[in-house]
């Protein structure tokens, strides 16, 4: 029996989301992943590290990471404030 599951790598403030077959063949080891899907899973890692981001995305879906609301000032939408609008 096979199924889809998501994989998420991080590299630094960067996140790939890539999608592997696990394979449950019931056995002691199960459910294992495809040596090809570790292959996938490695290049998706080195294209992350080399912010290759164009071959990263070939094999998953690609997120940049934002620190959470606490760490950032509470200006607009993290913007520094503008000046108003001069006629």
């Known amino acids: 029996m096979t199924r889809q599951a998501s994989q998420l790598i991080r590299e630094g403030e960067y996140a790939a989301e890539v999608v592997v077959e696990l394979r449950d063949d019931g056995g002691e080891w199960s459910p294992t ?23 990263a995305e070939k094999d998953s879906r690609v997120f940049r990471l934002v620190p959470r609301e606490a760490d950032y000032p509470k200006i607009g939408f993290g913007e520094n404030e503008q000046d108003g609008l001069k006629s």
């Open 33 to 55: 992943v495809s040596p090809e899907d570790i292959r996938k899973l490695d290049r998706v890692r080195r294209a992350l590290r080399d912010r290759d981001f164009e071959r």
